[in-house]
């Protein structure tokens, strides 16, 4: 199944697929720049549907020891809004390490500077979505362990 990766942030929010087979992941770039939570939970949906995915697994920042603070019941906000506007499941996936991960890569690379900036949360989001892929490949069949359905739409009484 095609699959797209979202971290988002504050400033930027990075995007990533994977192809149907779910083994070649790309980052996706321009990034989405958009600062209110909507506009940019609309354009991750909106990317989700244009390149056919039949989810979205977006990224929870977890503590170190686990736990979940502001910054995760944020994305966990994010993340119900993206499920909404794209009428898609979307998967919340720990996400911590990947934006240091990320940056490795990137200057492995040698890419620094705008370039970096301009990639880092697209990178962080291919990161993300390969730590997925590999959970599904070591469980076959299996539900992650948090998933959001869109909420069912509101039909006007008659």
């Not at 988002?8 to 989405?32: M, N």
């Not at 910054?71 to 994010?78: L, S, Y």
């Not at 794209?86 to 990947?98: K, Q, S």
Request: proline share 8%; aromatic share 4%; glycine share 6%.
């Amino acid at each position: 199944m095609k699959l797209i990766a979202v971290d988002y942030g504050e400033a930027r929010t990075g995007l990533a697929e994977c192809d149907p087979g779910e083994l070649i992941v790309t980052p996706i770039t321009p990034q989405i720049e958009e600062k209110s939570m909507n506009k940019a939970a609309q354009a991750a949906a909106d990317a989700a549907l244009s390149r056919g995915a039949g989810a979205l697994v977006v990224g929870l920042p977890k503590n170190m020891d686990g736990s979940e603070g502001a910054r995760a019941a944020k994305c966990r906000r994010f993340a119900a809004r993206v499920a909404n506007a794209a009428g898609l499941p979307v998967i919340l996936w720990d996400e911590r390490r990947t934006t240091v991960s990320a940056a490795a890569i990137l200057s492995d690379n040698d890419v620094f500077g705008k370039k970096r900036k301009d990639r880092l949360d697209s990178v962080s989001a291919a990161v993300l979505l390969e730590s997925h892929l590999a959970w599904r490949r070591q469980h076959p069949g299996e539900t992650p362990p948090d998933v959001l359905m869109p909420s069912p739409a509101e039909t006007p009484a008659p």
